[in-house]
């Protein structure tokens, strides 16, 4: 038989590969290309970690210990006192503003218009102070009036009773008649009743005065008050110039010109990037030997070529956060305590210009006080 029809007749009998089979020859290369890829993987590493012990120093990091973190700066909500409607704003995002500088106002034709009563009344207050302090001038001189009255009816008494003391004398020794006698009597009594008289008018006068006096009080009060309205209003117009309440950076324009807010509707956002920082994390072995004070270096992510000087300003007295209740060793290793670390005002104040939250980075900070810090962490930040 040819060979030909041998190989025929065996190629015919030869089945035909199941889809398995090309799976399998698929995951066959698969497996090739990542044994290739392994190994440029592992010297990358490698040189990652060989790089990075080059930058801290010939990889000396003993005493020092390091947390990842963002930087942060205080932020400032700029909002209204009261309800309104916004009239203008006078900054725009990114703008440097300094504290008391007028940033925005809110419409303030109502509150205007309550001034301008206020003030009505105010003067009304006055004038009625003017007519009570006339009133208690006009009672002192009826009071004035009235005791002049009592000294000249006692006058009158005094002399009406030494001529009846006269008359009584005649009388008695016959040269006077009994109708004159009566008649002295009569005035007498009569000098006494006008005594008693003045003195109730100079009783009537002295209260009178009394009344327009606490009438004057009363309508000084009213002027108190009344000007004690206008002071509030002035304030609450006032609080509608919206200021600066420290040196920053506008960060957000929360609203805009004509929109309707509430109490305490939020305008802008400010940074004050004079008080500026970074938050990271060290385990609970590390923290513990983190006192306030100790420095700190930064390297951002966007520049490592520039180190940061800083100093610790907070250390978190609990843990942020655990896995579960400590109860062994190797949990208590995963509790994590929460460090700030802030930056220098006046390095900040010469280069605020290129201050941003926000930029992720390293903290560096000294376990040991004594401890060197590597050669690339002695450097200072630069321009």
């Keep these: 038989m040819p060979r030909w029809v041998v190989a025929r007749k065996r190629g015919a009998m030869r089945p035909k590969a199941a889809p398995n089979d090309q799976n399998e020859n698929v995951g066959y290369a698969m497996n090739t290309t990542v044994r290739k890829i392994i190994p440029v993987i592992l010297l990358a590493a490698a040189g990652a970690y060989f790089a990075w012990n080059a930058w801290l120093g010939d990889g000396h990091t003993e005493g020092l210990s390091s947390g990842n973190g ?16 916004i009239d203008d704003i006078l900054v725009r995002e990114g703008d440097f503003v300094t504290a008391g500088q007028p940033l925005a106002h809110m419409q303030v034709r109502s509150l205007q218009a309550q001034r301008d009563e206020a003030e009505a ?7 009625a102070v003017a007519g009570a302090e ?19 009816r006692e006058s009158e008494l005094d002399a009406a009773r030494r001529r009846l003391a006269r008359s009584e ?32 008018q100079v009783d009537a006068a002295r209260a009178a005065t009394a009344a327009a006096r606490s009438q004057v009080t009363g309508a000084r009060s009213t002027v108190a008050a009344v000007k004690a309205t206008v002071a509030r209003i002035d304030a609450d117009l006032a609080d509608n110039v919206l200021t600066a309440p420290r040196d920053g950076r506008v960060q957000y324009r929360v609203a805009q010109p004509g929109e309707v807010l509430g109490p ?39 520049a490592p070529d520039f ?18 209740t400590v109860e062994t060793a190797s949990e208590r290793q995963k509790l994590m305590f929460r460090v700030k670390a802030h930056i220098d005002r006046e390095l900040l104040d010469k280069y605020k210009d290129q201050v941003k939250t926000g930029l ?13 810090w590597s050669a690339q962490l002695e450097k200072k930040a630069t321009p």
């Design 70 to 85: 963002r930087i942060e700066a205080t932020e400032v909500d700029v909002a209204t006192k009261l309800a309104g409607r």
């Design 121 to 127: 009344r105010y003067q009304q207050a006055l004038q």
């Design 134 to 152: 006339a009133a208690v001038a006009a009672r002192d001189s009826d009071q004035q009036a009235a005791q002049a009255l009592v000294v000249q």
């Design 169 to 200: 004398t005649l009388a008695g020794e016959g040269a006077s008649s009994g109708q004159e006698l009566d008649d002295d009597r009569a005035r007498f009594r009569s000098a006494q009743a006008a005594v008693v008289a003045t003195k109730a």
């Design 264 to 302: 305490g509707g939020k305008v802008l956002n400010l940074v004050d990037l004079s008080d500026v920082y970074m938050s990271f994390f060290l385990p609970e072995t590390v923290a513990g030997k983190v006192a306030l004070g100790s420095e700190v270096r930064i390297v951002l992510d966007v």
């Design 307 to 324: 180190v940061i000087p800083a100093k610790v300003s907070f250390v978190a007295s609990t843990a942020q956060f655990t896995p579960k």
């Design 360 to 372: 992720p980075g390293v903290a560096w900070v000294k376990t040991d006080p004594q401890a060197p």
